[in-house]
């Protein structure tokens, strides 16, 4: 069974920066998309970007130029660079995997909190 382990998330003044990472143990070659989401408080779970096997970007709207989604596929790892972050970015993050064979798995969440 494919696992994923998030790191990265943590506390930022906003203006700064975080990485987060997530690896996904198992076989790689059934890993299709994988991606971000996020979820706020008392709000829904929403996409913030994905990267198909190929490279293939697509981001949610408020992300575009602030975030960068990249993975190695030999690590089997999906990264999520998050630069000139905000107050609203304050979140649990979601690392998500979907398979080539189908099914998906989610990871467990990293929070990230950006104060003023």
């Known amino acids: 069974q494919v696992q994923l382990v998030e790191s990265g998330g943590g506390l930022v003044q906003a203006g700064g920066s975080l990485r987060l990472s997530c690896a996904a143990s198992g076989n790689r070659f059934t890993i299709g998309t994988m991606g971000w989401y996020r979820q706020a408080p008392g709000k829904q779970r929403d996409m913030v970007a994905v990267i198909t096997r190929s490279g293939i970007t697509n981001y949610a709207e408020s992300e575009k130029g602030r975030f960068t989604i990249s993975r190695d596929n030999a690590k089997n790892t999906v990264y999520l660079q998050m630069n000139s972050l905000k107050p609203e970015d304050t979140a649990v993050y979601y690392c998500?995997?979907?398979?080539?064979?189908?099914?998906?798995?989610w990871g467990r969440g990293t929070q990230v909190a950006v104060f003023s």
């Open positions: 998500y995997v979907r398979f080539l064979v189908g099914g998906e798995v």
